[in-house]
């Protein structure tokens, strides 16, 4: 079911975060995707790039964050300006590191698909976005839930694939 706030513009947006999804699960990345659109335009966009890049700190909204800053740069806009008017759209839930960047960048809305149990920072382990917790940024709203299951079932996908560059087991039979 689908959140009731849900407009068809920011449908339009998380369809586009979940083709940026699906790009990073044929590349061998846990399928998150999102978009930072300001003033009904994509600013930054980006999706998981850990494996490929071997950095931890790659997620989708870090890399979409990155843009962000470009955009601003190559624009002459002021980027605490910009992220101040900025909408997140993302696949999955932001885990704790991802929220906290994005209530110190001040982004006031979040749109995402799934809840992420094990590391989700707007409620699901930790509510970063809630206003409880001082002097650290902005708190966000959050309206989780278009296509979860949609989500959910690239997420199982990804997991089941072997991945390549997961350390070798110790337990795992040699081949």
Not at 58 to 86: L, P, Y
Not at 113 to 136: K, Q, W, Y
Request: with cysteine.
């Amino acid at each position: 079911m689908e959140p009731p706030e849900m407009t068809e513009e920011m449908k339009n947006w998380m369809d586009k975060a979940f083709q940026m999804a699906q790009d990073a699960l044929d590349n061998g990345e846990v399928p998150v995707g999102c978009l930072m659109v300001h003033d009904n335009q994509i600013v930054g966009r980006g999706r998981n790039e850990v494996n490929e890049t071997k950095n931890a700190t790659r997620h989708a909204e870090m890399v979409a964050t990155d843009q962000v800053i470009d955009w601003c740069k190559k624009n002459g806009k002021g980027s605490k300006e910009v992220f101040e008017d900025t909408i997140l759209y993302v696949t999955v839930e932001p885990c704790i590191m991802c929220a906290g960047a994005l209530r110190l960048l001040r982004i006031p809305l979040v749109v995402y698909g799934c809840c992420n149990e094990r590391f989700g920072g707007c409620g699901s382990v930790l509510n970063v976005a809630e206003n409880s917790i001082p002097s650290t940024g902005t708190p966000f709203k959050c309206i989780p839930g278009y296509k979860a299951e949609k989500a959910v079932e690239m997420l199982k996908t990804f997991y089941k694939q072997e991945n390549p560059n997961a350390p070798r087991s110790k337990v795992r039979k040699k081949e």
